[in-house]
């Protein structure tokens, strides 16, 4: 497999139509979000599916998703890959990307709720763009349930 065909693998999402540019040779595919081309790297390829996914599938209006954004998390600088506001800037969902080779585990989840912890989102999602898992917080007992999907956008 070339380089372009492994950060270009199929994923488990629905077929996006996508704009890419190549660049010294490093192809580049836009970010609607951040309306800019950003250096394709499989993290990437999972990231701007997952966008598309909220986007045309899940009906989540641009405005209020935001990419790649560094927050502190207990003193720390880390990063989010995605972030789905509500219209009152509270969250409503976290997205945790990982390149499809990345298997995702409870250190992936820990990784996410620590996040969580400073942004209290009502939904988290986990994808590596083959696997997908999604729960709902609940507060009350400090817990998160999972879920089959994540809900149309609808607030």
Not at 16 to 34: L, W
Not at 47 to 72: F, G, W
Not at 120 to 147: P, R, S, W
């Amino acid at each position: 497999m070339g380089t372009q065909e492994l950060y270009m693998q199929e994923l488990n999402f629905p077929k996006f139509t996508f704009r890419f540019k190549n660049s010294e040779n490093k192809i580049s595919i836009f970010d609607e979000i951040r309306k800019k081309f950003i250096v394709l790297q499989p993290e990437e390829w999972v990231r701007q599916h997952c966008v598309q996914y909220l986007i045309q599938v899940k009906q989540y209006p641009k405005s209020l998703i935001n990419v790649e954004k560094e927050l502190l998390v207990n003193g720390l600088r880390k990063r989010y890959d995605i972030v789905v506001f509500n219209t009152n800037g509270s969250i409503q969902l976290i997205v945790e990307c990982k390149a499809p080779q990345i298997t995702i585990n409870q250190t992936t989840f820990d990784q996410i709720a620590r996040y969580n912890l400073s942004l209290n989102a009502n939904y988290l999602m986990v994808t590596n763009g083959i696997n997908h898992y999604y729960c709902q917080m609940d507060y009350k007992v400090e817990a998160y349930h999972f879920l089959k999907d994540i809900p149309n956008y609808n607030f």
